[in-house]
Every structure is written in C-alpha cells, then in structure tokens.
C-alpha cells in the first residue's frame, strides 16, 4: 500500500514570497491533515478535512495560511507571504475516517521542509 | 487533552530492552495513552495506545500503572534503526479527536 506522498521535499524561499506544498493522501482515506513542525518541537496541527470539508482549522493563520482540498483527495497548503518563523517541515497525515481502531491512526507523510530566508 | 511528561533525552544498547517513561497524572477517565515516534527526516509513525490495561504488539509494549497517571513504553531488543524521538500522547480515543505532540524523548541506541 503506497503512502502518504508529499512534495516537494525541500524549499528556499526569501520572505515574503509565496510556497505551496502538496499533499496526496493514502487512497480511500477521507481524513486528511496539515502539521507544522518547528524545530525542536512536535508537531502542531494547521488544519483537518473531513472529505473536502474543513473539521478543525483553529491554528491555522488565516491571514497568511490558506488550505484546499478540491474533490475530496489532494491537498494543498499555501503561505502567502511568507515570514522568518514559517521556517518549518510541513507535514501532512490522512487516516481512513471517523472510526475507531488501529486503521483509522494517522499516517504521516515524510514532509516538505520550508527554509525562509 | 491532559498534558504529558517525558524525559528530553535516553540512551540505550543495542540488544538490550529501552524502557521508555511517561508521567500524565491529569489523564481524565476517557483519554487513552497513544504512543509515536519519529524517525530523523521522517513523520511521525503510530506504535501503541492503550487505555488501563497492558498492551503489546509487534513493535512495542506498553506498561500502564493502576491509578493510570504513568506509563512505560518497552521496545524489547532495540535496534539502531529504533533511534527516534518518542511521543507519548493522551487524548480520547478514535480518528475525530486531533493529536497534540510535546516535545518528547529522543532515544539513541548505541552499538
């Protein structure tokens, strides 16, 4: 069973600018989430689809931190401008649903590692 | 979720059991214990959870005390591939309810 893919893997940026990364989840997972992952510490979750449904978006930075998950499967995380603090792995994660049991457990992508300068 | 404790740093030999601890001495009635780890360059991957009994599966096993304020996760004979940073997490159990990660403990296995 493929896993969660994620790309690209590595990305500089100055401040400012724009970055979108992109998320394909395991196929059939109708869960899907964002972390940020700083340096040093665990992983913070950004936001979770339900479907193409936005579940929990609470940490999200709204005002420069946009998400989308168009048909339900794919997904994108845009930062838009970015700053210094948004230096970051940007990990994405998807589980089967609403469910309990071992195979509604998230699975972590590998990440995309953001670099602002 | 009830707010989790763990050692910043451990260190194992190879072969030998690693005996990770946990303290959560606010652990409501319906958080289970979830443990992670998180291999360099990788994400997080799912190892364990329980809620007050013992549990134990391919990977690891997990020690739950009886008043549930403490844990211990056990990899038997670790390897150097099991050098990771560990969570330890407690939160209600099933996929609707959102994981928040500490800092946890970075284990190095040593040859």
Not at chain 1, 59 to 87: M, N, Y
Request: proline share 5%.
């Amino acid at each position: 069973e493929a896993g969660v893919a994620q790309s690209p893997r590595y990305k500089i940026i100055e401040k400012r600018q724009s970055v979108a990364f992109w998320c394909n989840p395991i196929s059939g997972h109708a869960t899907l989430y964002w972390y940020q992952q700083i340096l040093g510490q665990g992983p913070k979750l950004l936001i979770q689809f339900q479907n193409n449904g936005v579940v929990d978006d609470s940490q999200l930075p709204k005002d420069r931190f946009s998400a989308e998950r168009l048909k339900g499967v794919d997904s994108t995380l845009k930062i838009q401008p970015a700053k210094l603090e948004d230096s970051a792995v940007y990990l994405c994660a998807s589980s089967l649903g609403t469910g309990w049991g071992l195979a509604y457990e998230q699975y972590f992508g590998p990440g995309t590692r953001l670099t602002v300068t | 979720d009830a707010k989790t404790t763990q050692p910043t740093s451990m260190d194992c030999a190879e072969g030998r059991a690693a005996n990770l601890p946990c303290n959560h001495s606010t652990i409501s009635g319906n958080e289970y214990v979830y443990w992670y780890r998180q291999i360099h360059s990788q994400g997080p991957q799912y190892i364990i959870h329980g809620l007050k009994n013992n549990e134990t599966n391919e990977m690891a096993s997990l020690i739950i005390t009886e008043d549930r304020k403490s844990s211990t996760l056990i990899l038997p004979h670790a390897t150097l591939r099991d050098t990771a940073v560990y969570y330890c997490i407690v939160r209600v159990g099933g996929s609707n309810y959102k994981l928040t990660f500490g800092k946890g403990t970075l284990l190095t296995v040593n040859p």
